[in-house]
């Protein structure tokens, strides 16, 4: 056991250092991030004029929310992680560990973990430039249990947004190009990951049908507990839940299509 986290670990060190050198790429996605809060500064700003209130919550928790999505983004969103896998299987580079005792899906989520921890911590320098005009739109909770409660959340949300990724790259071996499934995805997840619009404004049928589905717990659900959307402990326990059933779900189907695919996959090249 031991030995095999020493394994993964040193494929997040490598992960880690390879990303390092793009260092660049992802501090200047950050800066460019910083118009896209201008822009929903601008709209929530309006949106609240002559109201005061959004959906029960007032103009400046709810820009603390976008505020917090665009940092999650930065530390658990899946970038590119579909396309790399789908390349690697397509160009044959995915033979090498089926010759070796590596599983491919820690191999892989090694490397994202890395990569998400220096997108992440690189977000927070465009932020602190930008501290100074938004300081006075933010409104965190007072009490720390919402940060505490919100880390599970936030590792089983990085967790599904990997798996799904993980689940496209694994469509290669049927189909010849994914990038449409994954634009699709990522217009489904923009809606009802919570990303548009707090997903707490929908109708209360529309609201219980989103908890229910994974892109819920990709963004919204963490986002909505560091913010105080989300207080009851009834609620984030049955979220916990619902996020643990979902991370089950998606790994056994990973699983399957990588079992699946592998018979039809021809080792040729890597």
């Known amino acids: 056991m031991f030995a095999a986290l020493a394994k993964y670990r040193q494929v997040f060190l490598i992960g880690l250092q390879s990303n390092i050198v793009y260092r660049w790429n992802f501090a200047v996605r950050g800066f460019f991030s910083l118009f896209h809060l201008a822009a929903v500064v601008i709209l929530w700003s309006a949106a609240a004029t002559g109201r005061g209130e959004i959906g029960g919550f007032s103009l400046n928790q709810t820009i603390t929310y976008f505020v917090t999505l665009l ?99 694994m469509l290669t071996f049927w189909f010849l190009e994914i990038q449409g499934f994954v634009i699709l995805s990522m217009a489904i997840e923009t809606v009802l990951g919570g990303q548009m619009f707090p997903l707490d404004l929908l109708p209360a049928w529309a609201y219980s049908i989103a908890k229910c589905l994974p892109f819920y717990y990709q963004m919204y659900f963490p986002a909505a507990i560091f913010t105080g959307r989300i207080t009851e402990m009834s609620a984030i326990l049955q979220g916990y839940a619902i996020q643990a059933v979902w991370v089950v779900v998606l790994l056994l189907i990973n699983q399957a299509l990588w079992t699946r695919g592998l018979r039809r996959h021809t080792a040729v090249g890597g």
């Open 71 to 169: 940092v999650l983004q930065f530390f658990i969103s899946a970038f590119n992680e579909d396309y790399q896998i789908s390349e690697e299987i397509r160009n044959g580079l995915i033979n090498q560990f089926l010759l070796k005792p590596i599983n491919y899906f820690a191999y892989r989520f090694s490397i994202f973990v890395a990569a998400r921890l220096v997108s992440g911590l690189l977000v927070i320098l465009p932020l602190v430039v930008a501290l100074p005009v938004i300081y006075q739109y933010l409104s965190y909770p007072s009490s720390v249990s919402g940060l505490l409660l919100g880390l599970p959340a936030m590792a089983m949300s990085a967790l599904i947004q990997f798996s799904i990724a993980y689940c496209f790259g």
